[in-house]
């Protein structure tokens, strides 16, 4: 059997093709225009002429060259499931569901149609129609990383470790060198219970893209900090992760610097103030979000070994039976109390109830896990029908911020989160409240830190520090914690809060 040879363009289609999925964007750009001029109106061509503009960003543009690419050669499901994606992007879930579907007929042994069928039912909460489409995947394509990785999500945010960890296991089996499924693999662990299998797989995380912007600062002659204890030895601590991961894992900090070890932590702007009052290293310096290696090289100076703060846990060998709580751990400048026991005043009057509330994180994608924690201030109209002479005081910063200015009917609400410049202001402005709402959010991981007076409300499967069950967690015993009784909803453990609140039950 004879292979036929590729004509000039098909050559040159490939060839630009493979520089795209190389990452060499540029280069592929540079071909794609010239196949453009020579061929403006060929259906492969605008195909990868939208391919390269979706990666850099343009998804108009992408999507108007794959609709050309697809009403020019209206039979290649590749055409139509690279629209889908785009369609994705922009929000426009049922045209991107009615060109994946009509993907998934044109290409009948392909898993991608499917997966991106998935994601669409994924960002409507219908879990069980998304495993629906990634386990059609794996029965088309049974090699396919993406939906064995995406079906061990969605089983994992509905309680089901055990099938989460199988197809995160086959996934990481199939492509070990993709490291998206050893850190989804890790999160399902520690979810379990399982911290030792869990803080190993984790440690795969530093092979992720924004990990190497860090790593690229650590001199390289400077070792990683085995866990070995050398009273005198000068530790650099780099809080890679959220605001609320430093928060959690400072708590092991003073152990260490009670045992003789020398430290110095590297964090977000917005934590030093805080954190270098409660004097949990021996220098607290920032950590500069748009010159990563520098800061780490400058920190690094003097040291004798490094660590990524969230590797701390696992070196120090935390199991979930056994996770140190030497609360309160934090607590805020009694500097920075006077105006804002002043302000509770203002805003209070009589209120003899005072409590924050925050509702929303940050969601990047689809799939984010922020979207599946996050509710909506509406949502919370229960807490001041059980409590209707208490005052809230909204906390929220970022998205959602906005919903402050309509409060649900009969909650009365003031905004202080204009004022929370830094972590060190939350600190004080929490002495000032009785109480604080929240759903998993760093504000949870304060209140747990200072013993503050904390309800967190949890999705249906949490993130994995909070377990899949109990009013508490290890982490934060002080805490309690209020959870779904079912994916997506928040009616039960609002309801429960209110509950509380008409009992008076805080404290």
Not at 78 to 90: G, K, M, N, T, Y
Not at 182 to 193: D, E, K, P, R, S
Not at 233 to 241: C, F, I, K, S, W
Not at 317 to 346: F, H, K, M, N, T
């Amino acid at each position: 059997m004879t292979t036929e040879p590729m004509t000039p363009l098909a050559e040159q289609l490939r060839h630009a093709a493979a520089r795209l999925r190389a990452g060499e964007v540029d280069g592929a750009e540079a071909e794609a225009r010239t196949l453009l001029e020579a061929h403006p109106g060929h259906p492969h061509v605008l195909h990868l002429r939208g391919l390269i503009l979706l990666a850099r960003g343009h998804v108009q543009g992408a999507a108007a060259h794959l609709a050309r690419a697809i009403a020019a050669a209206p039979a290649e499901g590749e055409f139509h499931l690279a629209l889908a994606r785009v369609l994705q992007q922009q929000g426009r879930s049922e045209p991107a569901r009615e060109r994946a579907r009509e993907a998934a007929r044109r290409l009948p042994e392909a898993a991608e149609p499917w997966v991106v069928l998935g994601d669409l039912a994924v960002e409507t909460g219908a879990a069980e129609e998304a495993a629906a489409c990634y386990e059609e995947g794996i029965a088309r394509q049974p090699e396919h990383w993406g939906a064995w990785n995406n079906l061990g999500l969605i089983r994992k945010t509905q309680g089901r470790l055990e099938e989460a960890e199988e197809a995160l296991r086959r996934a990481t089996a199939l492509l070990p060198g993709e490291v998206e499924g050893w850190v989804n693999l890790a999160q399902t662990l520690l979810l379990a219970g399982r911290y030792p299998e869990g803080w190993a797989a984790y440690e795969r995380r530093l092979e992720l893209p924004m990990m190497r912007a860090y790593l690229a600062g650590v001199p390289p002659g400077l070792p990683r900090w085995r866990g070995e204890v050398v009273p005198g030895a000068r530790l650099l601590l780099v809080g890679e992760q959220g605001y609320g991961d430093t928060l959690q894992f400072v708590r092991f900090l003073p152990g260490l610097r009670a045992a003789g070890m020398r430290l110095r932590l590297l964090c977000a702007p917005e934590l030093m103030e805080l954190l270098a009052f409660n004097q949990v290293a021996d220098e607290v310096a920032a950590l500069s979000r748009n010159h990563l290696a520098e800061s780490v090289a400058a920190g690094a100076a003097g040291c004798d070994a490094w660590l990524p703060l969230a590797s701390l846990p696992g070196i120090l060998g935390v199991s979930a039976a056994a996770i140190p709580a030497p609360i309160p751990y934090l607590r805020a400048d009694p500097d920075l109390l006077p105006p804002w026991r002043e302000r509770r005043l203002r805003d209070g009057g009589g209120a003899g109830l005072v409590v924050g509330l925050s509702w929303q994180g940050t969601a990047l994608h689809g799939r984010d896990p922020a979207r599946r924690r996050s509710c909506r201030l509406a949502e919370l109209a229960p807490l001041a029908q059980a409590a209707p002479g208490a005052l809230f005081v909204s906390l929220q910063q970022g998205e959602g911020a906005d919903q402050a200015a309509d409060p649900p009917p009969g909650m009365r609400l003031v905004d202080w989160s204009g004022e929370l410049r830094e972590f060190s202001d939350t600190a004080a402005a929490l002495e000032s409240l009785d109480l604080v709402v929240t759903i998993d959010t760093a504000l949870a991981h304060l209140a747990g830190a200072m013993v503050k007076e904390g309800w967190v409300l949890l999705p249906f499967a949490p993130d994995w520090r909070w377990g899949l069950t109990g009013d508490s967690a290890g982490w934060h015993p002080t805490l309690r914690l209020f959870r779904q009784s079912s994916p997506g909803d928040w009616t039960h453990p609002i309801r429960r809060i209110a509950e509380r609140l008409r009992m008076g039950a805080t404290g």
